[in-house]
Nanobody, 116 residues
């Protein structure tokens, strides 16, 4: 059974940094990504990365967030810098075997709050 376990969320001041981690059990996935969701809104793609190194970022996080993978550890990371209050959301790890930027597997979510 596939499990995606996230860690690294928390409270940070504006301008600060956080790093999220997501460890996968089972297979190495072609695509691993981070989504986020705020109350009343749909989940939106934040960043994704394929096993071949292709990446995809939301315009709102380009230049501030970096997604990376360690396939030996079956882990994907999201380094978040220059955080803003509007980055506050529940962040979800997502993974899938295909090429789409939205896979079938989800983590349980981790809260990120950017506030002074």
């Amino acid at each position: 059974q596939v499990q995606l376990v996230e860690s690294g969320g928390g409270l940070v001041q504006p301008g600060g940094s956080l790093r999220l981690s997501c460890a996968a059990s089972g297979s190495i996935f072609n695509m691993m990504a981070w989504y986020r969701q705020t109350p009343g809104n749909q989940r939106e793609l934040v960043a994704g990365a394929t096993i071949r190194g292709h990446t995809n970022y939301a315009d709102s996080v380009k230049g501030r967030f970096i997604i990376s993978r360690d396939d030996a550890k079956k882990t994907v990371y999201l380094q978040m810098n220059s955080l803003r209050p509007e980055d506050t959301a529940v962040y979800y790890c997502n993974a899938g075997p295909g090429g789409a930027w939205r896979g079938r597997y989800w983590g349980q979510g981790t809260q990120v709050t950017v506030s002074s």
